[in-house]
């Protein structure tokens, strides 16, 4: 290799690896390290044992709060599916008009770029007791008090977060589609399936990795998130990043903080690579 | 094939469209909604809305602390689109042109922001800017942006340079240009609608984020951040007034990285 070759390359690459090693490796192993420091007034002093990992599996508090929050983020999740899917679908094989077909894949994207903490903003003021489904609800007459049942729980948190995250759904199912060649359904209909025969055998189990990677993104995005909670969570509406916020701030525990961000990361990563795996054996059994 | 069954097909197509309406409806009522609050005369956000009234708006030009947010959310979002730009297009020429031991590695790695919900890039960085005594400022949230954004920039580019033909880099440098000459007259005048797309949509998420901003910002807000503490005052149609701002000025960004997004050669 020539001179000025070697030179791009180690731009190109060193570059890159200087900052994830500076900005992600080093802080994750900062707080891999805190974690198991223990908290001594007025902050924390170096230790090394494993009281607050204990603390997050033994303690009925963080524990509700994490299979709370696994539970809301696996809702969000098969609600996205159930909503993404059939619209995705519909635009591959049943929208001919290439323009209408453009503009609905946009139309579900675009929300995307519209402020996310404002898309979780007007859900509270839709669902609060003086709202907009209230209003109308007693206008209809359906109901005669404005009713509460809306809004603070976990209901409020699942629709917020469907509707911030549906987007994330919707790109990867309609990649995973789009690539399915027209032949084949057409084959298996010449072949004498109905469509829903078709549907099962040939197109869901084709279009898998773009379910698994829409349903990675969903998960792991509204497993991370604290302005639903925040915003239309209610008392018991705590998620563990709301968790995480406060062993930070008012709680001052940073060591069960950076324990519970741990998890958190584990969890993500684990998640990665089995969507990955998925997608891996999607792939090959393609062929 | 398609006229065996009309009528069953008639009823399916329709029942789909109706589903899609719906969809769209879901999407796009809220937005409406947040639109049509913004111009109430009454404090609280109640249907009917019993006027119309441009006070909110005329609130906010007066806010001077909503101003000072605005620029803020400026200087952040425009330095960390180009770290991320540098950073990222860097990252997605390495991955696409070299081979190197743990690859796979730094792949998993820099694309781990994207479903690594923001709180844990914002915390473990705070936790080490603390370590070395930087205190947290509007600097800090840039290189926290830049982080959890180069994942954006490193698919989309990726992505790009996959359907480049390697042969036109190969002639260029066959014809004897140096590395930086084919990059800058070659690779990436092809790449440059993706970059483009990257670096707007990167700008508009920095412009967006909060869980990062929380941790990495000092006293200085970004937007979000302010209207995230107003919030915690409860609602007012001011806040409405902000979001129709923000979603007029997303609509123009939308359309903006359309148009520019365009390959303008002919394909």
Known sequence: MSGPRSLSTVLILGIPILWVVVFMLL???????????VKAYPTFKPAFQFGNYLTLVTDPQYVQVLLRTLKISALVSVLSLLLAYPFAW???FRCHNQSLKTWAYMAVIAPLWVSYLLRAYIWKTILGTEGILNSFLMSTGIISEPSSLFLYNQFAMVVTLTYIFIPFMVMPIYTALERIPANLSEASSDLGMAPWQTFLKVTLPLSTPGIAAGFTLTFCLSF???????????????????????????????????????????????????????????NTGAH | MTQRKPLSRFAADTALMTYVALLMAFLYVPIWVLIAFSFSSSRSLTWPIPGFTLDWYRKLFANTDLQAAVVNSFYVATFATILALIVGVAAAMALHRLNFPGKTLFRRLILLPITLPGIVTGISMLNMFRLFGFNPSLETVILGHATALLGVVVTQVFARLQRLPRSLEEASSDLGA???????????????????????????????????????????????????????????PEINAVGTLIVLASLVLIILSVLLSRDRSPR
């Open chain 1, 224 to 282: 991370g998130d604290f302005i639903a909670p925040f915003l239309v969570g209610g008392p018991d509406g705590n998620l563990i990043a709301s968790v995480i916020q406060s062993q930070f701030g008012s709680a001052l525990n940073w060591p069960l903080g950076s324990a519970l961000s741990i998890v958190m990361l584990v969890i993500v990563l684990a998640i990665v690579s089995l969507s990955d795996r998925i997608e891996a054996r999607a």
């Open chain 2, 178 to 236: 140096p590395p930086w000459k084919t990059f800058l007259l070659v690779t990436l005048p092809n790449i440059r609608s993706a970059v483009i797309g990257a670096g707007l949509l990167s700008f508009v998420l920095s412009f967006d984020e909060i869980p990062v901003t929380f941790f990495l910002t000092g006293r200085d807000n970004t937007l979000p951040m302010y209207i995230y503490s107003t919030m915690r005052r409860g609602v007012t």
């Open chain 1, 27 to 37: 802080p994750y192993g900062i707080i891999v390290t805190y974690s198991f420091w």
């Open chain 1, 90 to 92: 519909w635009l591959v």
